[in-house]
């Protein structure tokens, strides 16, 4: 089964870390011709980009929101990509989304993963 994993979210104080995982399994392709990133959507709003690591792992980058607070990082061997979050903010709570983009049969695919919640108190 084609699918993606996340795990990690939680309630968290203002201030404070959490790291989140997106393990991806079934692909039709090799992960490291994945392009991941994570996303976010809060109650009532619209997902939003959060940030985004190349398949060669090089190059990231991030919304203005989370740079210089969220580092995101992949693990090709174990089809794993992480998002470390630190000084977390009130306005970070949302659902967290893992996104998987590659090629396959010479057209873009896109695939989602279920969600985890991350909830930041002030």
């Known amino acids: 089964q084609v699918q993606l994993v996340e795990s990690g979210g939680g309630l968290v104080q203002a201030g404070g870390s959490l790291r989140l995982s997106c393990a991806a399994s079934?692909?039709?392709?090799?992960?490291?011709?994945?392009?991941m990133g994570w996303y976010r959507q809060a109650p009532g709003k619209e997902r939003e980009f959060v940030a985004h690591?190349?398949?060669?792992?090089?190059?990231?980058d991030y919304a203005d929101s989370v740079k210089g607070r969220f580092t995101i990082s992949r693990d090709n061997a174990k089809n794993t990509v992480l998002l470390q979050m630190n000084s977390l903010k009130p306005e970070d709570t949302a659902i967290y989304y893992c996104?998987?983009?590659?090629?396959?049969?010479?057209?873009?695919?896109?695939?989602w993963g279920q969600g985890t919640q991350v909830t930041v108190s002030s």
């Open positions: 996104n998987a983009h590659f090629p396959l049969f010479g057209r873009p695919h896109d695939l």
């Open positions: 079934g692909l039709m392709v090799t992960f490291s011709s994945c392009d």
């Open positions: 690591i190349k398949g060669s792992g090089g190059t990231a």
